[in-house]
């Protein structure tokens, strides 16, 4: 099972911490985790906190010392540039040929287990509404790995709701697609290790035009988060040279089947139109 990132530790514990232990969350989230490795006094300073606090606000992780905490986020740090040859080194002797299948399928289960268990249902629904609310727009882009899951996404939600549309991760084809995104559009973003960070500008170009961003990540969490209104963190590490994306596509789907509920009376009025157009339906 892969180890839980401090950033979603710090998302699960908000509810609980005090307002001067939440300044200290929430610049960390917006600088991390570079902030955290700074010593503690400078950490509060740009916090505009106490020391004390900042202390308090790690007793709330569950980690014992300012240096456990900094080890940790250095830990992260490694598993989120590791590249595939690193993780193939060392994954070489995890099992025989013969099992790797079943040995790999359960792994995917536990990913898809692991996610499902840490995202808050909450996390979950608000997502949901802001997806299925056709006030705004909705925006979809990924990096090199993630844009399929974008697109797969987007093809099924321009059925069941108007305004669906993907977006360049490039610069040179961006800045004229960014003219339509308007306040309280939303825009979901996938973005996994090694970071793209065409995601990152993205994000802040979208927070720039006071749109919500969603972020669908993996569990070290981009650094897309710090412009992120709602983060669902997938665990995605197997065995072997890449990482798996199952439990992002299992996100996505169930998002995709929840936003379907949500907007039923529009979404079955669109399908039924969309059967006539595809010739599958007799029109009027």
């Known amino acids: 099972m892969a180890k839980i990132s401090v950033e979603t530790e710090i998302h699960e514990a908000m509810i609980r911490l005090t307002a001067a232990e939440k300044r200290a969350a929430r610049a960390l989230i917006a600088n991390y985790p570079a902030l955290g490795l700074a010593p503690v006094a400078e950490f509060a300073e ?89 006030r705004g727009a909705l925006h979809l ?13 987007a093809a099924h939600l321009r059925i069941v709701r108007p305004g669906v549309r993907t977006l360049e991760a490039r610069r040179a084809s961006r ?3 960014l003219l339509d995104v308007r306040p309280g ?6 973005d996994i290790r090694r970071y793209d960070p065409e995601m ?42 890449w990482d798996s994306s199952v439990s992002l596509f299992a996100i996505v789907e169930a998002i995709i089947a929840r936003v379907t509920e949500l907007n039923w009376t529009e979404a079955e009025t669109r399908i039924a139109e969309k059967e006539i157009l595809d010739g599958r339906l007799p029109g009027e």
Not at 141 to 153: L, S
Not at 185 to 190: C, E, N, R, S, Y
Request: aromatic share 8%; hydrophobic share 40%; glycine share 4%.
């Open 46 to 134: 740009a916090a505009e906190t106490s020391p004390a606090s900042v202390l308090r606000f790690i007793a709330q992780l569950g980690i014992e010392s300012y240096p456990d905490f900094q080890r940790r986020l250095r830990e992260e740090l490694d598993e989120r540039i590791k590249s595939p040859l690193q993780k193939a080194a060392a994954g070489k002797h995890q099992g025989s040929r013969e099992d790797f299948l079943a040995r790999y399928a359960s792994q995917i289960a536990s990913n898809l287990q692991e996610t499902v268990s840490r995202l808050p249902a909450s996390e979950f629904s608000s997502v949901c509404a802001q997806i299925a609310n056709t």
């Open 200 to 241: 990152l500008s993205l994000a802040q170009a979208l927070k720039m035009r006071r749109a919500r961003v969603i972020l669908i990540t993996d569990n070290w969490i981009s650094p897309v988060s710090r412009y992120a209104k709602y983060v669902l963190p997938c665990s995605v590490d197997v065995e072997g040279a």
């Open 185 to 190: 559009d939303a825009g979901v973003l996938f």
């Open 141 to 153: 882009a990924g990096g090199r790995f993630t844009a399929p899951i974008a697109d797969y996404m």
């Open 175 to 177: 800045s004229d697609e």
